[in-house]
């Protein structure tokens, strides 16, 4: 880490801390991101999935390093921050910076699944925004290969996943129901890419409504009730649709996108 020249503090999370950082007799600011070692197997995974992957719509990994205390990784700075802030500092976003968005993470997510991986915890503060107003995908600690997650199903689900933590991977509010229930009829309580697909659905509802979501919840357990229990086959209804193209001024079409990647049933999404 000698190597760098670290600034200001451009992010927190529960277990870490983003600087802005140069590299020492350069030009190139980075971002430069610490995290606690107790969160070393989310850091190797992270590490490992940023390696496999080269796209200009996901964040671009440099080098990692560790000291006593800490596990440092080198990452591309994007002078924008991420769609949470966003979401927390515009009173209102044009219809055509979502749809640009929302094309954006499209093909992030396309690259991410024809890569063999699965996101698990796509949400706002895990898409970046850099200077062009392009999305850079990022925050793949609890990704998981689809192959790994298929080798779960064959034997069972419940050994290795209780042993990995899948059933708790994600942020609740961003997670689709079948991840709350192993209800046959739902696929079994399994990630997929179709899980992922809701939480980019729910995100696009975020964009498009500034920061709503199309349920209400603060408790995993009240969001688990209201997507099992109440929710029938969808979770924009039509008077929903309805505001956001009549009132919003967001086409049709997109609208009936992301109402397509809310339905109850993965096969359907």
């Known amino acids: 880490m000698d190597r760098y020249h670290i600034y200001e503090a451009i992010g927190r999370g529960k277990h870490s801390v983003v600087y802005k950082g140069r590299r020492k007799k350069t030009i190139q600011h980075y971002a430069i991101k610490s995290v606690d070692k107790s969160q070393r197997p989310r850091v190797l995974q992270e590490v ?157 509802f975020e964009l498009m409504t500034l920061g709503e979501r199309p349920y209400k919840g603060d408790s995993v357990g009240a969001i688990a009730y209201q997507l099992i229990t109440e929710l029938s086959e969808n979770a924009i209804s039509e008077t929903k649709l309805e505001e956001l193209t009549s009132r919003s001024g967001y086409s049709r079409p997109l609208c009936d996108a992301v109402r397509g990647m809310l339905q109850k049933r993965p096969r359907s999404r």
């Open 48 to 204: 490992q999935v940023l390696r496999s992957l080269s796209h200009d719509l996901v964040l671009k990994f440099y080098a990692w390093y560790e000291t006593q205390n800490h596990l440092w990784l080198i990452l591309e700075y994007c002078v924008g921050g991420d769609l949470l802030a966003l979401l927390r500092q515009d009173e209102a976003l044009p219809p055509k910076s979502v749809a640009a968005f929302g094309a954006d993470l499209v093909v992030a997510l396309r690259v991410l699944h024809k890569s063999g991986t699965l996101h698990c915890d796509l949400k706002p503060s895990n898409v970046l925004v850099d200077e062009n107003g392009r999305l850079k995908l990022c925050g793949f600690g609890l990704a998981r290969k689809t192959a790994d997650v298929a080798k779960d199903v064959r034997g069972g689900g419940s050994a290795e996943g209780a042993k990995d933590g899948l059933s708790k991977r994600g942020t609740p509010c961003y997670m689709a129901p079948e991840l709350f229930s192993s209800d046959l009829h739902l696929d079994g309580a399994m990630f997929s890419p179709a899980s992922d697909v809701w939480a980019f659905g729910i995100m696009m």
